[in-house]
């Protein structure tokens, strides 16, 4: 019975054969792992639609409060002033109208010489109720005399008269008397550099008394 010999070319033939199978084994297992791991870090970064935030269906989202219709009061309003100058002052007329067409008017007419100025406010109101103020101040040697009078829509009066001198030290002195809306007269006096408010006579020509 004879004996087979393998050759040495068989033998290298079959190892590199095994070789490289062994190889594409290999690589095929590397390939798969890291598309796994790819995979798995994909998945874990990307946030599934059960763990997103979902945003509220238009149905579902707060509507916010529709305010009630108010009445404005400058709805539909419209104020219309007009300026006249003339020869010693000027006169001023503001028309207001309102939404519903009522109509407010304001004339103040102010004058002036060397030695004194007044100034009349005539209003009437959007009830159709008219007050008006008159001031008057003229000048003296040592000072000025003011006289002011105010009436209401309901027609009292309040009336004040006022002298402002100076001392033999030059220091203002305020005297005069006043009859308010209640009908009571009453006398004030002032002494150095003091005088009575005069804020409330500038607020009641503005606005007309009312």
Known sequence: MGTIHTSNAART??????????????LAGSVAFAGDRGGSRAAAQRPTAASRPSLPDRAQRP??????????VAAGASAETTVERTEDGMTRTTTVTNGQGETRTSTTTVSRDADSRSV????????G?????????ERTD??????????????????????????ADGNRVVEGTQTGFDGETRTFSGGPNKAPDAQEDEET???GGG
């Open 13 to 26: 033939l079959q190892g590199v054969g095994a070789t490289a199978l062994a190889a594409v084994l290999l």
């Open 142 to 167: 040592d000072g000025f005399e003011r006289t002011l009078e105010v009436t209401r829509p309901d027609g009292e009066t309040m009336t004040r008269e006022m002298t402002v001198s100076r001392d």
């Open 205 to 207: 020509e503005e606005d």
């Open 120 to 127: 009349d406010v005539e209003r009437t109101g959007f009830d």
């Open 129 to 137: 109720r008219t007050s008006s103020v008159s001031r008057t101040t």
């Open 63 to 72: 509507v916010r409060p529709v305010q009630a219709d108010r009445p404005s």
